[in-house]
Nanobody
């Protein structure tokens, strides 16, 4: 069993920035895709950004140019840098990692609230 522990959420004003972290309890060397999802109240969970083991990244149109996914393999951690935050970015953010054996793990979620 792998634990993914997210941190970095909180309350921020519109236009502000946050960096979310997702630390895995084992090496992420063999993770072939890692991603961040979010779920706003009353809405379905949606993919925000992902990164493959080859280094390719992609993100939802709604966050392109504002959010960046990255990883630090030495720390077994994936990050989501969020800039120019908007009220509509308010949601619970979850990280997900899929290992090369196709096992998938989710974090517990971290709340991001964008409000003045």
């Amino acid at each position: 069993q792998v634990q993914l522990v997210e941190s970095g959420g909180g309350l921020v004003q519109p236009g502000g920035s946050l960096r979310l972290s997702c630390a895995a309890s084992r090496s992420i060397f063999s993770v072939y895709v890692m991603g961040w999802y979010r779920q706003a109240p009353g809405k379905q969970r949606e993919l925000v950004a992902y990164r493959t083991s080859g280094g390719s990244t992609n993100s939802a149109d709604s966050v392109k140019g504002r959010f960046t996914i990255s990883r630090d393999s030495a720390k077994n951690t994936v990050y989501l840098e969020m800039n120019s935050l908007k009220p509509e970015d308010t949601a619970v953010y979850y990280c997900q990692m899929r290992w090369s054996d196709n096992t998938v793990y989710w974090g517990q979620g971290t709340q991001v609230t964008v409000s003045s």
